[in-house]
């Protein structure tokens, strides 16, 4: 979530760059030591080029007074993903699909080994449905969108898939790119073998129409066993749930400025998704 960490950037006498994050709070400094573990596994697969891309590689540590510690790598070089300006066809966009393939063409042992969750698809569901019910107590929620969102868990034929290594947590800063490739993806304290679908509603929903065409048959091609023929419907309702999951952030830590954008992207969903009704 926004706020676990501290970041900042720090130059060398040499002129090289590193990053330097430092957990905020104990649950986020234990995600952090399991995101260090994650990501000396994945080394492996990015040496092979089984992942098109890199990931950070830590260099070192740095004790904090409060306890835990801090991590240090290298600064990649590349800039971030601006989802806006993704056009159709083989570049970029096609490239974010294969790279989003290759990342759930992981085996589960990858994360599970380090201690990160690993969930079946119906207890995925039915932490989905857990947050939608937390969520429709706040009384924010509109009457039909939430009608919608109830259903559409209720339809077990959309649930059915095969759980897969997950990012977790992608995001436009959390992808570096350099002509139109993903060149690197950092952030992986949010990993874990779950909704394939996890990965892709961010895109989906900020993305051009006609560029997610490119995501999804780029995805598709790269994956080597898929069988979810309602993957896309699932993610583009998995990135409406996101604005729950965000009240829920502003309702459970008290932050007013959150819960009141959360309420007026809901309402502003509520009314698109009238109007396309």
Known sequence: MPGDYDTAIVTSQD??????RAPRSTVAGAALEAEMELLESLKLYVDTGVLPFVVPQIAGYALLPEGG????HR???????????????PGLAADLGRAIGAIHELPASVVEGCGLPSYAAADYRDRRMSEIDEAAKTGRIPPNLLHRWEAALEDVSLWKF???????????????VDRGRVVAISGWSEAKVADPADDLAWLLVAAPVEAADSIMEAYQLRRTELSDPRLQDRAL?????ALARWLLHGVRHKLPEVIQDATAMLHDLDEATREEG
Do not use: C, N, S
């Open 75 to 89: 600064r990649i070089v590349g800039e971030w993903l601006d989802v806006e300006t993704l056009a159709p066809g």
């Open 237 to 241: 309702l998995v990135g409406e749930l």
């Open 162 to 176: 095969q759980p897969v290594v997950v990012h977790g947590d992608l995001a436009a800063d959390q992808m570096l």
């Open 69 to 72: 510690r801090a991590v240090v």
């Open 15 to 20: 002129d090289q760059e590193w990053v330097v």
